[in-house]
C-alpha cells in the first residue's frame, strides 16, 4: 500500500469560476467579477465595473449556486472524500470593509458544506482565490494597502468561527507566487487587485508595487494562521503556491544559474509561509533595487507566528529557462523571454507543457527544503471536449494525463519517500477557464453543457474520465 490510508482523493474548483449567481442575496462584486472572456490570444479585459452587453463569464459560470445539491450527489457518486473549493469573500464582507457579515452569505456555505459532510466529503476551503473585493481595489489600491490586511483577517475569522466544526483543511491564497512570476498583468490584478497606471507602469514600479502587496499578504496569512489555530487547534492551514518544475535549458553555467534564479522568484513565497521568514536572496533584492517596502519589526514576529501545516500547490506543466538576453552575470530579472521551449515534451491544446515526471520532481523539490506534508490542489489537463450523438463523451488524453501524473506522485511516495497528503485534480466538473474565461478548455469529470458565448442548458453529463477516476478512488491509487 502507497498512499496513505486517509489520503484525500478530491477535485478542486474555485468559487468564482462555477458557482455564478454573482450578484445574488447580498453578494459584492469581486475582481474577476469584471473580468470579460478572452479566448485564443485574446486577453481577459479587466474593466472599470461591470459594463453592460460585455461578455462576464463567471457572472453565471455553471450555477453551482443553485444547483450545488446535484452536483454534490454526483461528487460523492464518483468516490470524492473532499472537495476543495474556495469562499467567495464577497459573498460574506460585499466590499470587504463592513465591520459585519452578509448572514445569507454566511448561510449558502453553511449549506454547501452540510451537503458535503453529508456524504462524508471533507471541504477543503481556499481563503481568497482570485475574489477580492472590487471595492478594496477602487477604495484602497488593492493589497497595495495595509488596511487589507485587517479587512482580510476580519473575513477570515467570520468563516473560521462560524465553519469550525465543519472545515478542517484551509489554505489562505491561492497561487500567491503568481503575481510576482513576470509580474503579468493578469496574475497582479486577480492576485492582489493591482493594476499598473502612470509612473508606477514601470519595471522597477510594477515590481516593487508587487513586493509590497505580497508583504502585506503574507502578513495576512500569518495572522489567520495563527488565529486559526486559536480559534480550532485541529486546523490544518497551509499556503498555495503554484509549482511547475523548472529546468534549465543546458548545462551551461549560465543557464543553471538562471534557473535557480526563476525558481528563487517563486519559492520565496513558500519560504515565508514555512519557515516564517525572508530568505536572504529577497532582502538583497529589495536592498539592491532601493525598494524601502513598509516590512515593520512586528510583520517579521507575525510572520515567525504564522507558519503553516502543510504545502498545497497546483501542477500542470513544467518551464524551462535559458540565458539568452545577457542576463549573465546579475541574472538579476528573470522575464517572460527567458522561457525557452522544451523539445521533448508534448504540449496541451493550450501549448502547455506536459510533464509527469516533472511532477515527482516538484514533490521531491518541495519536500526536501520543507519537509512538511504536501497536498498537490490542482493538477489536470485543460482540453475541448466532444459531445457524441449518443451522449457519450470520450476523453482518453485526460485518462492519459491523470494516470501518469498520478503515477509520477506515487513513485515520489514510494521510491522518494515524500509525504503527500491528498490529490484534488482541477476543474472536475466543467467551469470557467482562469486564464482564458472560456467554457471550452474543459478539466471536468463531468460535462456541463455550456459554450463560450453563455449559451447552454447547464446539462451535467459524466465523460469516461469519471468511472476511471471512481476506479483510482476505489482502490486508493493502487490501480490507475
Ligand atoms: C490555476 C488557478 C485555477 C485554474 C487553473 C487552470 O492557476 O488556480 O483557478 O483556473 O490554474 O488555469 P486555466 O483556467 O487558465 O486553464
Keep these: 500500500m502507497s498512499l496513505r490510508k486517509d489520503f484525500l482523493w478530491g477535485g478542486a474548483v474555485a468559487a468564482h469560476q462555477l458557482e455564478g449567481a454573482w450578484n445574488v442575496n447580498g453578494k459584492g462584486i469581486s475582481v474577476s467579477d469584471v473580468l470579460t472572456a478572452g479566448g485564443v490570444g485574446v486577453e481577459r479585459e479587466i474593466t472599470n465595473g461591470v459594463i453592460p452587453g460585455k461578455n462576464y463569464p463567471n457572472h453565471e459560470a455553471i450555477d453551482f449556486y443553485h444547483l450545488y445539491k446535484e452536483d454534490i450527489a454526483l461528487f460523492h457518486e464518483l468516490g470524492l472524500n473532499c472537495f476543495r473549493t474556495s469562499i467567495a469573500w464577497t459573498r460574506i464582507f460585499p466590499n470587504g470593509d463592513e465591520l459585519e457579515a452578509n448572514e445569507a452569505g454566511l448561510q449558502f456555505y453553511d449549506d454547501l458544506f452540510d451537503e458535503c459532510l453529508k456524504y462524508g466529503i471533507e471541504p477543503v ?19 497595495r494597502d495595509r488596511r487589507l490586511i485587517d479587512f482580510f483577517s476580519r473575513y477570515a475569522k467570520a468563516v473560521m468561527t462560524r465553519y469550525k466544526d465543519k472545515v478542517k483543511y484551509w489554505m489562505t491564497f491561492n497561487e500567491i507566487d503568481n503575481q510576482s512570476n513576470y509580474f503579468r498583468t493578469y496574475s497582479t490584478w486577480v492576485n492582489s487587485g493591482l493594476k499598473f497606471e502612470g509612473e508606477e507602469d514601470t519595471k522597477l514600479g510594477r515590481e516593487r508595487a508587487s513586493y509590497q502587496a505580497s508583504h502585506y499578504e503574507l502578513v495576512a496569512s500569518a495572522k ?12 490544518k492551514i497551509g499556503c498555495m503556491i503554484s509549482f511547475p518544475s523548472l529546468y534549465s535549458k543546458s548545462c551551461k553555467p549560465e543557464d543553471m544559474m538562471m534557473q535557480m534564479v526563476a525558481n528563487q522568484r517563486r519559492y520565496w513565497y513558500s519560504d515565508v509561509h514555512v519557515r516564517g ?7 538583497k533584492l529589495f536592498e539592491r533595487r532601493n525598494f524601502n517596502l513598509d516590512i515593520t519589526i512586528e510583520d517579521l514576529a507575525q510572520l515567525e507566528r504564522g507558519k503553516v501545516d502543510y504545502v498545497g500547490f497546483s501542477y500542470y506543466k513544467s518551464f524551462v529557462v535559458a540565458d539568452e538576453h545577457g542576463k549573465s ?8 523571454q527567458d522561457i525557452v521551449d522544451n523539445p521533448y515534451l508534448d504540449v496541451s491544446d493550450w501549448g502547455w507543457p506536459v510533464d509527469p515526471l516533472g511532477l515527482r520532481w516538484a514533490l521531491n523539490w518541495l519536500y526536501e527544503r520543507y519537509e512538511i506534508p504536501l497536498f498537490i490542489v ?17 476523453d482518453p488524453y485526460r485518462i492519459d494525463y491523470l494516470r501518469k501524473h498520478i503515477a509520477a506522485m506515487k513513485d515520489a511516495v514510494d521510491i522518494d519517500g515524500v509525504d503527500v497528503i491528498g490529490y484534488t485534480p482541477w476543474g472536475f466538473i466543467d467551469l470557467v477557464s482562469a486564464g482564458t474565461g472560456e467554457m471550452k478548455k474543459r478539466y471536468g469529470f463531468i460535462y456541463v ?17 469519471f468511472a476511471w477516476y471512481h476506479h483510482v478512488i476505489d482502490t486508493n491509487g493502487e490501480e490507475i
Excluded: M
Excluded at 525572508?278 to 532582502?283: C, G, L, Q, R, V
Excluded at 453543457?449 to 469516461?464: A, E, P, V, Y
Design 224 to 235: 489567520v494562521v495563527e488565529l486559526g489555530h486559536q480559534i480550532n487547534p485541529d486546523f
Design 329 to 336: 552575470p546579475e541574472f538579476d530579472y528573470v522575464e517572460t
Design 449 to 465: 453543457d455550456k459554450d463560450n458565448d453563455g449559451s447552454g442548458t447547464l446539462k451535467r453529463s459524466k465523460k469516461d474520465s
Design 277 to 283: 521568514h525572508y530568505p536572504n536572496f529577497i532582502k
Design 378 to 394: 490542482e493538477n489536470g489537463l485543460g482540453a475541448e471536449d466532444k459531445v457524441e450523438a449518443d451522449g457519450t463523451i470520450h
Design 125 to 143: 476551503i481556499t481563503l481568497s482565490h482570485f475574489e477580492i473585493p472590487y471595492h478594496l481595489v477602487t477604495e484602497y489600491g488593492g493589497w
